[in-house]
Each structure stands twice: as structure tokens, then as C-alpha cells.
């Protein structure tokens, strides 16, 4: 029963949501602290409930998948969160990201096709960061204190091009949340 009821209110919380921006930071399309830097994967994950209730990234959805990487220099860490599936989530070795602003895998030569991706440069989001990097990084790495690191950070989103339509309609004609709502009611009702 109280799964349902939290499978219910998720189901409505993501149905009704709209697209809203980090506020924290810039939309500066160009990174220049991460820009010609060869970054290393240091984990993995997929954005789960609790972190889109709590920071309602609207550029990324529940499960997609994100990985964090990063490069240190002089003591600082330059960190890039990748978002949402794409070549970048495929990439299992380092990254570059070259002067046009094109994303490189490993010592390939050959640009990934990314269209439609933005990419964000922040100076604010230690939290945001932080969360991910405590989410993707269980059990904790012993060289990645996590809580301890002092830099920059991007993030980077690809496009979500194969995501459903964002207002699902019945066969009746009512929005897909109209017509399940009474249906999952009725449902707690009986039990």
C-alpha cells in the first residue's frame, strides 16, 4: 500500500513538472577551465527520485544515466557531469573537450556526435555536485574525498530525443494523468 501511494505521487509529481534551469550558475557556453583538459571517468550513476525532488533539474529526468569526470591540477578538481544517454555514456576511459566546444573519447580522432547537447559551466553547485558524486561513487573511493575537493565544474546535458511525448493523452481524450488518477484512487480505495 505505501509503495503505491509513492509510486502514485511520483507518477504525478513527474507528469505535471516543467523545465526549469540550474539557477546557480552561468549558461556560458564555453568552459575554459575544462577546455583541452583530458578528464577521466570517476564513476557513474542514473539521476534517482530523491535528487530530482530536491534540485528539479529539468534538463535531465528520473533514471537517466549521468557520469562524472574529472582531472586535478595544481590540488583543484575540474569536474564534468554528463547527462541523459549518449555517446559520452559509453566513453569508459577519458574525454576531451577541444576549443570548438566537440567532445572527444579516448584518443580518437573523430568527434561524437552530441546534436542538440548544451553545456553549462557553474562556479555554485558543490551540493549538486556533491550529491551526485556521493550517489555514483558507493561504495566510497578512498582517493576521491569527496567532501574535501575545491574547483570548477560543468555539466553537460545531451539531448532527450527519444523521450516520450510530455503530456501523454488518453483514449477518452483526458491528459494521461487525468485518466489514471481516478483508476490508482480506486485501486487504494478497494484495499
Not at 583543484?76 to 555514456?89: A, E, G, K, W
Not at 551540493?127 to 578512498?142: A, G, Q, S
Not at 477518452?172 to 485501486?187: D, K, M, N, T, Y
Request: proline share 5%; with cysteine.
Amino acid at each position: 500500500m505505501h509503495n503505491l501511494i509513492i509510486s502514485l505521487f511520483i507518477v504525478i509529481a513527474t507528469a505535471s513538472r516543467q523545465s526549469v534551469t540550474l539557477e546557480d550558475g552561468s549558461n556560458d557556453r564555453s568552459c575554459p577551465f575544462i577546455q583541452c583538459a583530458r578528464l577521466e571517468l570517476l564513476c557513474g550513476g542514473v539521476y534517482t527520485a530523491d535528487l530530482f525532488f530536491k534540485y528539479k533539474d529539468g534538463l535531465t529526468s528520473i533514471n537517466a544515466p549521468y557520469r562524472v569526470f574529472y582531472q586535478i591540477q595544481d590540488g583543484l578538481y575540474f569536474l564534468m557531469v554528463c547527462f541523459n544517454d549518449s555517446p559520452l555514456q559509453r566513453c569508459n576511459s577519458t574525454i576531451l573537450l577541444n576549443d570548438d566546444l566537440k567532445f572527444f573519447c579516448g584518443d580518437v580522432k573523430i568527434p561524437l556526435g552530441l546534436p542538440g547537447s548544451q553545456i553549462f559551466c557553474h562556479k555554485n553547485i558543490i551540493y549538486y555536485v556533491n550529491d551526485l558524486l556521493c550517489e555514483c561513487t558507493k561504495p566510497r573511493l578512498p582517493r576521491f574525498l569527496i567532501w574535501q575537493w575545491e574547483g570548477e565544474a560543468a555539466i553537460h546535458y545531451a539531448s532527450k530525443s527519444e523521450e516520450l511525448p510530455t503530456e501523454l493523452v488518453s483514449s477518452a481524450g483526458r491528459s494521461s494523468v487525468g485518466a489514471l488518477l481516478p483508476c490508482l484512487v480506486g485501486a487504494l480505495l478497494r484495499k
